[in-house]
């Protein structure tokens, strides 16, 4: 059984940089694709990020293209979210998920999920 523990949020200034991470346990992060989704309050959750098994294709969502960077290190398990220069409108519950297939933006593709970690902007 996966078991994904998302940690690194809380409160953060417009223009900052916060690093969330997702410590994988069951299985190593090498042998799965993973991503990032996000829920707002009110909101649909929605993608933000994945990286492949392999690690090497990547994908985002426009909104956070030159801002995000999603990376593995396959040593310590762990996936992580850098965010540099946030805005008010990425405050949001930050998701890992993880699938043993491909990488997806759809949520309904990803099996295994964290209980999030909220990342708050402030401006």
């Known amino acids: 059984q996966v078991q994904l523990v998302e940690s690194g949020g809380g409160l953060v200034q417009a223009g900052g940089s916060l690093r969330l991470s997702c410590v994988a346990s069951?299985?190593?992060?090498?042998?799965?694709?993973m991503a990032w989704f996000r829920q707002a309050p009110g909101k649909e959750r929605e993608f933000v990020s994945t990286i492949s098994w392999s690690g090497v294709t990547t994908d985002y969502v426009d909104f956070v293209k030159g801002r995000f960077t999603i990376s593995k290190d396959n040593a310590k398990n762990t996936l992580y979210l850098q965010m540099n220069s946030p805005k008010s409108e990425d405050t949001a519950i930050y998701y890992c998920a993880a699938n043993l297939g491909g990488v997806s933006r759809s949520p309904s593709v990803y099996r295994y999920w964290g209980q999030g970690t909220q990342v708050t902007v402030s401006s």
């Open positions: 069951g299985r190593s992060v090498n042998t799965m694709s």
